[in-house]
């Protein structure tokens, strides 16, 4: 199995900030990975798939990067509303996920 | 609006059985591959069971294979997972979720519910 790691676990920003999440996979997944934002209560949404490629109705301010084991996920200006958890999964080898990353309010 | 609602969670016993059901809703879910995916308490998410638009494949996690059997009806617009066999490891927030392309697909989830819970006590 697969195995994806995200760090940090928490990612403490302000409103304007530069987010930088990190997904590491145990071994390389080409580049079938995907990003997802949840909020409290609510179904996760999908950002990023394929490494790069936002999904339909996305800001651009979301933007995926990476390739074989290492990818990342930048929010170049966060917004209020972009205070959220996000994971990461992989589609390379069935499916698995990360743990999450928690952006929050500093 | 494209909507997945889940719902058939409840309280069950260990040993006990349960069938989820999810309704779809914006679109004709023959066309397209769907999943289950859990996330039990204070772990991650786990992807737990995919049927093709067609349903000409079929795949379950080793964690479920022989107990769970996940079908569709596309006249109902519906998904289902018959669990049997229930564990306590088994208690969790269950999605429903869509593939993000049609027929042959893309294995990417686009569209996912809010999931039902399941919590499997005695």
């Known amino acids: 199995e697969i195995v994806l790691t995200q760090s940090p676990a928490t990612l403490s920003l302000s409103p304007g900030e530069r987010a930088t999440l990190s997904c590491r996979a145990s071994?390389?997944?080409?580049?079938?990975l995907a990003w997802y934002q949840q909020k409290p209560g609510q179904a996760p949404r999908l950002l990023i798939y394929?490494?790069?490629n936002r999904a339909t109705g996305i800001p651009a301010r979301f933007s995926g990067s990476g390739s074989g084991t290492d990818f990342t996920l930048t929010i170049s200006s966060l917004e209020p509303e972009d205070f959220a958890f996000y994971f990461c999964?992989?589609?390379?080898?069935?499916?698995?996920f990360g743990q999450g990353t928690k952006v929050e309010i500093k | 609006e494209v909507q997945l609602v889940e719902s058939g969670g409840g309280l069950v016993q260990p040993g006990r059985s349960l069938r989820l059901s999810c309704a779809a809703s914006g679109f004709s879910l023959d066309k397209y591959g769907m999943h289950w995916v859990r996330q039990r308490p204070g772990r991650g998410l786990e992807w737990v069971s995919g049927i093709t638009w067609n349903s000409g494949s079929i795949g379950y996690a080793g964690s479920v294979k022989g107990r769970f059997t996940i079908s569709r009806d596309n006249t109902k617009n519906s998904l289902y997972l018959q669990m049997i066999s229930l564990r306590a490891e088994d208690t969790a927030l269950y999605y429903c979720v869509k593939d993000l392309e049609p027929a042959v697909g893309a294995d990417v989830f686009d569209i996912w519910g809010r999931g039902t819970v399941v919590t499997v006590s005695s």
């Open positions: 999964q992989q589609r390379y080898s069935w499916w698995t």
């Open positions: 071994e390389s997944v080409s580049n079938y």
């Open positions: 394929d490494t790069s």
